[in-house]
């Protein structure tokens, strides 16, 4: 049964109360204390209302997903490929949920708040440092996940750890064959120099953070698994091929 805790992250004036405290939080870090530099911000012009998902690399648990609010956000305002003076949280873009780790997500208030952004929690059955591996798609977290897609955007992060070129897992190409959703890929740096991993603190000032969100994937939703797993890890570019030029 679902407690009313979670019944609020559906309630769309709790998620604009908590995307004014968070946004307000977070503003300094990625606008002023560093730089954000976003490209790409024209491809969220013509989506969907629903059914998109994004994907993309991950580096920290909290602050991808909040620059991402931030950029929905002010795109929402006419702002293009910046962040500006943010009275854009005054009427924030609602319309998005976010996949995350159901532990990560209890562990502190500030999670707790996270969660009622827009948080998709699903059981975690991997770690960070890859010792375990997930064995296969959780139903009822499926289920969550396509049900959101049904009515709204979707970010998630095929590599569920914040470890750069770990493996993709299969579960999001699943929900891609089973919902057909448009897929916008986004690349990010800097992140995890700057913010501590698993929370909002800064770390470093003067970074420079970069948010490329592509085109939309052409999809073949009739391919395996496997191949439209390894179109998403070379669009978000943590494929082979990337790991080898950063050598």
């Known amino acids: 049964m679902v407690s009313f805790f979670e019944r609020l992250r559906y309630v769309k004036l709790v ?18 204390m560093n730089r954000i530099k ?43 490929n910046k962040l500006g003076v943010p009275y854009y949280l005054l009427n924030p873009f609602t319309n998005v949920y976010f996949v995350s ?7 502190n208030f500030m999670s707790r708040l996270m969660s009622l952004a827009g948080s998709l929690t699903v059981k975690r059955t991997w ?27 979707v970010i998630t992060f095929p590599q569920g750890t914040t470890t750069a070129f770990a493996p993709g897992r299969k579960g999001t190409a699943f929900l891609i064959k089973q919902s057909h959703c448009v897929v916008v890929p986004i690349v990010i740096d800097g992140f995890n120099k700057a913010f501590h991993k698993k929370n909002l603190k800064l770390m470093r000032k003067g970074v420079l953070l970069t948010v490329n969100f592509k085109a939309p ?16 890890m070379d669009a978000i570019e943590q494929s082979d091929k990337y790991k080898t030029k950063t050598i």
């Open 101 to 107: 780790a159901e532990d990560t997500m209890r562990k």
């Open 127 to 153: 770690v960070e440092d890859d010792k375990s591996v997930r064995k296969g798609l959780n139903l009822s977290d499926t289920k969550k996940i396509l049900k959101a897609l049904n009515r709204s955007w």
């Open 38 to 80: 976003i490209s790409g911000a024209e491809h969220l012009r013509n989506l969907p209302r629903r059914n998109v998902l994004f994907v993309s690399n991950h580096q920290t648990y909290f602050m991808d997903v909040i620059a991402f609010l931030h950029i929905f956000c002010a795109v929402k305002w006419r702002k293009e």
């Open 217 to 232: 994937l052409a999809i073949n939703y009739e391919d395996n698994l496997d191949h439209i797993l390894d179109q998403l």
């Open 15 to 32: 998620r604009k109360i908590v995307y004014v405290i968070i946004g307000t939080l977070s503003y300094p870090g990625l606008a002023m």
